[in-house]
């Protein structure tokens, strides 16, 4: 590093993000090149930091994920150097950004790994909140600890476990599908779910393997710090103010029409129809014309790229979800100018078994997949797209299940050529298999399965499966030592 004064200087590599992405991305130059010198911006005090990583099988990845000081991670990695400043502007041309504090970072490499934001139904209505790193989810706490009741709305990963963690708190939540879940499975699947919502909770959840989230205050500086990972309820209590322990009701195929204040709906034709919705801080009129009061509504219907702070100025193309569009080496279209993670869009032809979703197991293969190839590119050397791009596969848990989603695990884009195998055993599990033409395209494997390895080698092997036919989810036969 070298500058001509404090607020100007200069690093080889810089790495915008205090993610899972960012932060995996600096650890892999650090660890490339000793000798020079990393800087790391982000606008949080802690990052995020992936820890007891496990390989399952050839491309399923568990672990876990920790908020750490970033004086840890200077300490492991002496030439990386963490500063805590958002970005403010980018000149890509001239290799060159300024943040927030006043900062210069003059760079010959820079990887964007600035991730996304929720999308808020309303914006700066106090009653109003989403959902998305370490400090909303604390205002959401201090909201739920004074409450009755609640709206949820989205139908995404943060909703189904909002709708499941929280106790002491009545929840209406509203759905634009036909079925809980609807991101990450089927009607089937979400029907073996539903029992969960509707019994109480167990009193002691199975332990979790991943390290639990802990929350810190913030200057207040109103920047977004990092995405939120597995098990980020698992840190904070998630109880309202009422003695039931689960009470959940769902509003089918419904989005929010209009928001109310308490002061706007007395006055609205609304509060002469509904006489006894009670006195409440904000109500919700969905578009199934419900309505209902509450002490605050939950906005976790999705996020947009954070890509704002580098696009004036600049000539990015954008893909159509408004991610900046890398190609398979995860460059942007600007100058030595990279992105990995939920900022991004993959703008190469996708393998026929993989598709982005902006979960944070991509964001670490894709934040190390950029290292390597900047890597490559310093050093002069090939790179071919890396094996995690082959096959879709996330594990997760939802409602207390282990959850993993291996290829099109919903059929996505096979149109009606395909067929479904389904295996069901209330309570315990259930297995969903698409096979296209004979071949396993994705599976849905939700309980203890332990079917997840010999699937993915099916799904990979494409192996024509015709002659099996339902014998393939027969519970009777062991399948893993069948196709061992």
Same mark, same amino acid.
């Given at each position: 590093?070298?500058?001509?004064?404090?607020?100007?200087?200069?690093?080889?590599?810089?790495?915008?993000?205090?993610?899972?992405?960012?932060?995996?991305?600096?650890?892999?130059?650090? &660890?490339?090149?000793?000798?020079?010198?990393?800087? &790391?911006?982000?606008?949080?005090?802690?990052?995020?930091?992936?820890?007891?990583?496990?390989?399952?099988?050839?491309?399923?990845?568990?672990?876990?994920?920790?908020?750490?000081?970033?004086?840890?991670?200077?300490?492991?990695?002496?030439?990386?150097?963490?500063?805590?400043?958002?970005?403010?502007?980018?000149?890509?041309?001239?290799?060159?950004?300024?943040?927030?504090?006043?900062?210069?970072?003059?760079?010959?490499?820079?990887?964007?790994?600035?991730?996304?934001?929720?999308?808020? &139904?309303?914006?700066?209505?106090?009653?109003?909140? #989403?959902?998305?790193? *370490?400090?909303?989810?604390?205002?959401?706490?201090?909201?739920?600890?004074?409450?009755?009741?609640?709206?949820?709305?989205?139908? #995404?990963?943060?909703?189904?476990?909002?709708?499941?963690?929280?106790?002491?708190?009545?929840?209406?939540?509203? $759905?634009?599908?036909?079925?809980?879940?609807?991101?990450?499975?089927?009607?089937?699947?979400?029907?073996?779910?539903?029992?969960?919502?509707?019994?109480?909770?167990?009193?002691?959840?199975?332990?979790?393997?991943?390290?639990?989230?802990?929350?810190?205050?913030?200057?207040?500086?109103?920047?977004?710090?990092?995405?939120?990972?597995?098990?980020?309820?698992?840190?904070?209590?998630? @109880?309202?103010?009422?003695?039931?322990?689960?009470?959940?009701?769902?509003?089918?195929?419904?989005? $929010?029409?209009?928001?109310?204040?308490?002061?706007?709906?007395?006055?609205?034709?609304?509060?002469?129809?509904?006489?006894?919705?009670?006195?409440?801080?904000?109500?919700?009129?969905? *578009?199934?014309?419900?309505?209902?009061?509450?002490?605050? $509504?939950?906005?976790?219907?999705?996020?947009?790229?954070?890509?704002?702070?580098?696009?004036?100025?600049?000539?990015?193309?954008?893909?159509?979800?408004?991610?900046?569009?890398?190609?398979?080496?995860?460059?942007?279209?600007?100058?030595?100018?990279?992105?990995?993670?939920?900022?991004?869009?993959?703008?190469?032809?996708?393998?026929?078994?993989?598709?982005?979703?902006?979960?944070?197991?991509?964001? @670490?293969?894709?934040?190390?997949?950029?290292?390597?190839?900047?890597?490559?590119?310093?050093?002069?050397?090939?790179?071919?797209?890396?094996?995690?791009?082959?096959?879709?596969?996330?594990? *997760?848990?939802?409602?207390?299940?282990?959850?993993?989603? &291996?290829?099109?695990?919903?059929?996505?884009?096979?149109?009606?050529?395909?067929?479904?195998?389904?295996?069901?055993?209330?309570?315990?599990?259930?297995?969903?298999?698409?096979?296209?033409?004979?071949?396993?395209?994705?599976?849905?494997?939700?309980?203890? *399965?332990?079917?997840?390895?010999?699937?993915?080698?099916?799904?990979?092997?494409?192996?024509?499966?015709?002659?099996?036919?339902?014998?393939?989810?027969?519970?009777?036969?062991?399948?893993?030592?069948?196709?061992?």
């Amino acid at each position: 590093m070298a500058g001509t004064s404090e607020s100007e200087k200069r690093f080889r590599f810089v790495v915008v993000g205090g993610g899972i992405a960012g932060v995996t991305c600096a650890e892999q130059l650090a &660890l490339q090149f000793p000798s020079e010198d990393i800087a &790391l911006l982000t606008a949080a005090p802690l990052v995020k930091t992936v820890t007891n990583f496990r390989q399952v099988s050839k491309t399923l990845e568990d672990f876990s994920v920790e908020e750490q000081p970033a004086s840890i991670l200077e300490e492991k990695y002496p030439n990386l150097k963490v500063i805590q400043s958002a970005v403010k502007v980018l000149h890509a041309k001239q290799h060159m950004l300024q943040t927030e504090n006043g900062q210069v970072f003059h760079y010959e490499k820079l990887c964007l790994c600035s991730g996304a934001r929720p999308k808020l &139904l309303v914006q700066d209505n106090p009653n109003v909140l #989403g959902i998305r790193d *370490t400090d909303s989810a604390q205002e959401f706490q201090k909201h739920l600890s004074k409450a009755k009741r609640m709206v949820v709305v989205g139908n #995404g990963g943060i909703a189904l476990e909002l709708v499941y963690e929280v106790e002491g708190c009545e929840v209406i939540w509203a $759905i634009k599908d036909k079925a809980i879940g609807n991101t990450f499975f089927d009607a089937g699947a979400a029907q073996f779910l539903i029992p969960s919502l509707e019994a109480d909770k167990p009193e002691k959840a199975l332990p979790c393997k991943r390290t639990r989230y802990t929350t810190a205050s913030r200057d207040g500086s109103g920047e977004l710090g990092s995405a939120l990972g597995p098990d980020w309820h698992e840190g904070i209590s998630l @109880r309202g103010t009422e003695e039931v322990s689960h009470r959940v009701h769902v509003e089918y195929e419904c989005e $929010i029409k209009t928001i109310y204040s308490q002061q706007d709906f007395m006055k609205s034709p609304l509060h002469t129809q509904e006489t006894d919705l009670g006195l409440w801080p904000v109500y919700a009129h969905l *578009t199934n014309e419900k309505t209902f009061g509450c002490d605050f $509504i939950v906005s976790a219907t999705g996020v947009v790229p954070n890509t704002e702070p580098f696009l004036h100025g600049n000539n990015f193309e954008l893909a159509e979800d408004r991610g900046l569009k890398v190609n398979e080496h995860m460059r942007t279209s600007e100058p030595d100018v990279y992105a990995a993670g939920d900022v991004c869009t993959a703008g190469w032809e996708p393998s026929a078994l993989w598709q982005q979703m902006r979960l944070w197991t991509q964001a @670490r293969q894709m934040g190390w997949y950029a290292a390597r190839c900047i890597v490559a590119d310093v050093l002069g050397e090939p790179i071919e797209l890396d094996f995690c791009f082959e096959l879709f596969s996330h594990i *997760t848990k939802f409602f207390n299940y282990k959850v993993v989603l &291996l290829g099109k695990f919903n059929a996505q884009s096979l149109g009606s050529n395909h067929e479904l195998l389904v295996r069901c055993t209330k309570g315990l599990e259930y297995v969903k298999v698409v096979l296209s033409g004979g071949r396993m395209m994705g599976a849905i494997l939700i309980g203890e *399965t332990d079917l997840e390895e010999t699937f993915e080698n099916l799904i990979l092997n494409q192996m024509d499966l015709s002659s099996y036919g339902e014998e393939l989810l027969n519970p009777n036969i062991d399948i893993e030592d069948y196709f061992d």
